[in-house]
């Protein structure tokens, strides 16, 4: 069974540019999760996609956006990219509302903002 | 508020050795307890779960941890530690009472296990 998958592996942009992010959950889960994971601020909740619909966001502000699509792809959307934003980005799936307790995270998008 | 603490920025042992990897929890409802490890460059990978029922629970490569309810602690142990156990460990927490499904992690400890 294949995990979870995530694009690209490493994105490099410049400061005030766009990034986009995208993950594949396990086949059948229908939750999606973002977690930020940057150097000395350990890994943050960003955002929770439950059937196509945003359930809940972190303290992020808004130009960190998404959506999920119909097939439970995610698509994480960074506006107006700030130094800051640079860190490991994560993904996680899992069963939804109903299902499994435990998330299982892709390997990371790296993005580096200079 | 919900919080996880990991008191250990690392953890040194000796290869046989038993380990333990601690962490405490403060939640407002009932707390679910995860375990992951990320080796470098790598996402993070579950290693076991509290959700209820025994407070011993065992997991994935030998790893088990126990739930203590009155101490809000839930240590990762592992009775030999291999080499190959080098990494850094997280533990998560989720507040049974928080609808956003979410997980809160601990700082993370870093594990080295010398030959």
């Known amino acids: 069974e294949a995990g979870v998958t995530q694009s690209p592996t490493h994105l490099i942009k410049t400061r005030g540019q766009q990034a986009t992010l995208r993950c594949s959950p396990i086949s059948g889960h229908t939750s999606v999760y973002w977690y930020q994971q940057a150097l000395g601020l350990g890994l943050q909740f960003l955002l929770w996609?439950?059937?196509?619909?945003?359930?809940n966001r972190g303290n992020f502000p808004p130009r960190f956006s998404g959506r999920q699509f119909p097939n439970y792809i995610s698509e994480v959307n960074v506006n107006a990219l700030e130094l800051e934003d640079s860190a490991l980005y994560l993904c996680?799936?899992?069963?939804?509302?109903?299902?499994?307790?435990?998330?299982?995270f892709g390997p990371g998008t790296r993005l580096t903002v200079t | 508020a919900q919080s996880v603490a990991q008191p250990e920025d690392q953890v040194n042992v000796a290869e046989g050795n038993p380990l333990t990897v601690k962490c405490t929890y403060s939640v407002s409802g009932n707390p679910y307890l995860f375990w992951y490890v990320q080796y470098p460059n790598r996402g993070l990978q579950f290693l076991l779960k509290?959700?209820?029922?025994?407070?011993l629970v065992k997991g994935s490569y030998g790893f088990e941890a126990e739930f203590n309810k009155s101490q809000t602690s839930f240590h990762l142990k592992k009775p030999s530690a291999l080499v190959s156990d080098s990494a850094l460990y997280f533990c998560a927490v989720r507040d049974g009472l928080d609808s956003s499904y979410k997980l809160i992690f601990g700082s993370g400890t870093r594990l080295l296990v010398r030959p």
């Open positions: 996680a799936s899992s069963g939804g509302a109903s299902g499994s307790y435990e998330q299982y």
């Open positions: 996609y439950d059937e196509g619909e945003e359930r």
């Open positions: 509290y959700i209820t029922g025994d407070n």
